[in-house]
């Protein structure tokens, strides 16, 4: 039986690739907890081409991550500075919107 439930956070993986040296590219995966995007904000999410936007939009649905750490290997607390500051990074941006939509519109993780 569905169990319909107004808001829902849920825990998502989130695949992160990475360029490297002679053209490869190195996946990291961390998890993040987004609220769900429902009705039209599905859309308007997918519809935003503005990156300024596109950030707030995402940052507004995130919740919490576990599974990011800094160069030294220690843990990277939520909190808004880091957030804002992970965001301002294009390739954790893209791939959080990726697996917002993913779990917003039930699609499964591909890896």
Do not use: H, Y
């Not at 999410?45 to 991550?65: E, F, H, P, S, Y």
């Amino acid at each position: 039986m569905f169990k319909f439930k107004p808001e829902t956070t849920i825990t998502w993986p989130v695949l992160i690739r990475v360029p490297a040296d002679g053209g490869k590219v190195s996946e990291s995966e961390c998890s993040v907890s987004f609220e769900l995007l429902k009705g039209a904000k599905i859309q308007e999410m997918a519809n935003t081409t503005d990156d300024t936007v596109a950030r707030q939009k995402l940052a507004a649905q995130i919740r919490g991550w576990s599974g990011i750490e800094d160069t030294e290997g220690a843990a990277i607390p939520f909190t808004e500075e880091n957030l804002t500051a992970l965001l301002d990074d294009p390739l954790f941006a893209k791939a959080c919107a990726i697996a917002l939509m993913q779990a917003s519109t039930g699609a499964p993780v591909k890896k």
